[in-house]
């Protein structure tokens, strides 16, 4: 099947904004989710943005969502040392059952730089 | 309150082991998950449970066992793995209902000798 692609590194200079940008698939997905991963963590969960938004803020964080093109993108204004992780994007599918299924990107590695 | 508690963080075992991996919520979920994340890749699904019955695996190997006691506890039993199945596993609870935002643990880091 087709795979949730997100581009492998990015790095920024702190201060600066990070744009990180990813490619879905499926197009039923009602939410769509960032998550935050750091050397030896598990997942932290950052934003969602339900599919009938184009656009969500969160404090330093914004969601941008381009359905027709299947686009979702996480810019971080103000980029902090701390903000250095993995990112990944992931696109959700309801199960019949209960609970729902996540698909999740690549990954992007962020690095900031002083 | 938004935790998802693992034990243990790590775990070294040899290929005749059983182990068990524990994972728990107290937010009241009724849906519970297990991931299996190699190094620099995306989490990968391995089973759901919804309302404490099984509702997907996902063609894991039988020598992974999942079991789910009550509707706070999710457990892994482990037995007879092999070497790549070295990997950080971890958990997700969501409420189980339309909004299914998952919550993760900061799983278990497994090494198989």
């Known amino acids: 099947g087709e795979d949730v692609e997100q581009s492998l590194f990015l790095s920024v200079r702190e201060g600066d904004s990070s744009v990180i940008n990813c490619t879905y698939t499926?197009?039923?997905?009602?939410?769509l989710y960032w998550y935050k991963q750091e050397p030896g963590a598990g997942l932290q969960l950052l934003t969602y943005i339900f599919s009938n938004m184009d656009m969500k803020q969160d404090q330093r964080l914004t969601v941008l969502l381009n359905k027709k093109d299947k686009h979702l993108s996480l810019r971080i204004a103000d980029t902090q040392t701390g903000d250095s992780a993995i990112y990944f994007c992931a696109e959700s599918a309801i199960l019949t059952g209960g609970g729902n299924k996540l698909t999740f990107g690549t990954g992007t590695q962020l690095k900031v730089e002083l | 309150d938004t935790e998802v508690t693992q034990t243990p963080k790590h775990l070294v075992m040899g290929m005749t082991n059983k182990k068990s991996l524990k994972c728990e919520q107290h937010?009241?979920?009724?849906?519970m998950y297990w991931y299996k994340q190699k190094a620099k890749k995306p989490p990968e699904l391995m089973f759901v449970?919804?309302?404490?019955?099984?509702?997907i695996n996902e063609s894991v190997p039988s020598r992974f066992s999942p079991e789910c006691p009550n509707s706070s506890l999710l457990n892994l039993h482990l037995h007879a793995l092999q070497p790549e199945d070295s990997a950080l596993y971890l958990c997700?609870?969501?409420?189980?209902?339309?909004?299914?935002?998952?919550?993760f643990g900061p799983g278990t880091r497994l090494l198989v000798l």
């Open positions: 937010m009241g979920h009724r849906a």
């Open positions: 449970y919804s309302y404490e019955k099984l509702s």
């Open positions: 499926d197009s039923s997905s009602t939410y």
């Open positions: 997700a609870s969501s409420h189980g209902l339309a909004q299914e935002t998952q919550y």
